[in-house]
């Protein structure tokens, strides 16, 4: 159980209750519960009510898209990066060694991505899955050269389109956590797209 994303959660609807109830309370202040009033304020006050509802839905349906996913079997992993990496057009893939592509459904996804020259993949040196997919359309970007292997791991859909999004994956305590994020919505979504886009001219000018 997320207990962070609980509290979340709870911290949220009491901000939003909180604000109602003082707005309400406000309103009973100048007009005493006792006094006589239209019908006009009590569809007003029925109206705010069902605004706070509404509020309270949406924030705690953003928080749960938003919260990150955390799974522990290699299937399970499998069955979210398939359905990450088909679900846009370009993907960029930022691994070490793809070492999570070894089951024959995530390779069939790729090699549809490639085939349509929506794929590229960095990572440090081939292996022969990249070499495979070269030969289907991927673009591969090895950064061995470098003299650098970065931590980072993570995968961009939609590449260089409004409306991107980026993966990222880390292992914690025997669990794969999984968080995303969309262009212009956190800063790492453009910290990984400077990173790709810097192999890519590093590649283009012969360095990697």
């Known amino acids: 159980m997320n207990w962070g994303l609980i509290r979340k959660i709870l911290t949220t609807v009491a901000v939003q209750t909180a604000s109602f109830a003082s707005i309400v309370g406000m309103y009973f202040t100048v007009i005493p519960p006792n006094a006589e009033r239209p019908s006009s304020h009590w569809i007003a006050i029925g109206a705010a009510g069902v605004i706070l509802i509404v509020l309270i839905a949406y924030e705690v349906c953003d928080h749960y898209k938003n919260a990150p996913k955390t799974y522990r079997s290699e299937k399970s992993i499998n069955r979210y990066m398939c359905r990450w990496v088909s679900a846009g057009g370009r993907v960029v893939i930022f691994s070490r060694d793809m ?51 970065p931590r980072s791991r993570f995968t961009i859909v939609d590449f260089e ?42 590649n283009a000018n012969g360095i990697s």
């Open 99 to 149: 070492s999570w592509a070894g089951g024959q459904m995530v390779q069939d996804v790729l090699s549809e991505k490639a085939k349509r020259n929506e794929l590229t993949i960095c990572l440090e040196k081939e292996i022969p899955l990249t070499e495979d997919l070269k030969s289907k359309g991927a673009k591969i970007i090895t950064y061995n050269k470098l003299g650098h292997t």
């Open 161 to 202: 389109k409004e409306g991107a999004r980026v993966a990222v994956g880390v292992h914690e305590h025997g669990k794969q956590v999984i968080q995303e994020f969309r262009s212009g919505e956190h800063p790492f979504f453009a910290v990984s797209e400077d990173m790709v886009k810097f192999l890519l001219k590093a």
